[in-house]
T-cell receptor
Framework: QKEVEQDPGPLSVPEGAIVSLNCTYSNSAFQYFMWYRQYSRKGPELLMYTYSSGNKEDGRFTAQVDKSSKYISLFIRDSQPSDSATYLC???????????FGTGTRLQVTL | DTGVSQDPRHKITKRGQNVTFRCDPISEHNRLYWYRQTLGQGPEFLTYFQNEAQLEKSRLLSDRFSAERPKGSFSTLEIQRTEQGDSAMYLCATRDIAGYNEQFFGPGTRLTVL
């Protein structure tokens, strides 16, 4: 069993929809939680970063972490075709530690 | 463009050949990480350096793989006697240990072993 589980999708939504992406993890030592976006044939870029449980909002993006259930979520409001990409959740045990990634969810936002 | 560069962007090689990849980090970043990403999977950690010291290696890093970071600047990842299972995207990421906790990823080197 992988330490971080993520539904690979693909997930297809119409433009303007609210998107919900989720991951679960098994290692209680994970303290830092991130969401990366990866366009085809590019390196991942950081979208959201959260320490411990709680919510964080940045524009159309909201990240949620529930450490009691080991559940990580990313919500995208008013989704745009430019949001079409693979979204990777990632965790780490420390601020400078290696990242452990989920498999990534491929999102397609259609016109 | 994050400021992390990798060379080459693509490499096609025959099984059994040796290949070397290079990563040039953002200049003030003293931590450098290597990850491997296969199709449909998330990146998997291989190894990381703080300055020139290699601090951790994954069990994924077989004895055919070696990484260096001379003088704490650029890093190289060498794969000896390549196998078809080595075909993947090799990603380099860097961060400033004193700064924000973001790992900046390069564009990756896509390796195809025939």
């Amino acid at each position: 069993q992988k330490e971080v589980e993520q539904d690979p999708g693909p997930l297809s939504v119409p433009e303007g929809a609210i998107v919900s992406l989720n991951c679960t993890y098994s290692n209680s030592a994970f303290q830092y939680f991130m969401w990366y976006r990866q366009y085809s044939r590019k390196g991942p870029e950081l979208l959201m970063y959260t320490y411990s449980s709680g919510n964080k909002e940045d524009g159309r993006f909201t990240a949620q972490v529930d450490k009691s259930s080991k559940y990580i979520s990313l919500f995208i409001r008013d989704s745009q075709p430019s949001d079409s990409a693979t979204y990777l959740c990632a965790t780490s045990t420390g601020t400078a530690s290696k990242l452990t990634f989920g498999t990534g969810t491929r999102l397609q936002v259609t016109l | 463009d994050t400021g992390v560069s990798q060379d080459p962007r693509h490499k096609i090689t025959k099984r059994g050949q040796n290949v070397t990849f290079r990563c040039d980090p953002i200049s003030e970043h003293n931590r450098l990480y290597w990850y491997r990403q296969t199709l449909g999977q998330g990146p998997e950690f291989l190894t990381y350096f703080q300055n020139e010291a290699q601090l951790e290696k994954s069990r994924l890093l077989s004895d055919r793989f070696s990484a260096e970071r001379p003088k704490g600047s650029f890093s190289t990842l060498e794969i000896q006697r390549t196998e078809q299972g080595d075909s993947a995207m090799y990603l380099c990421a860097t961060r400033d240990i004193a700064g924000y906790n973001e790992q900046f990823f390069g564009p990756g080197t896509r390796l195809t072993v025939l």
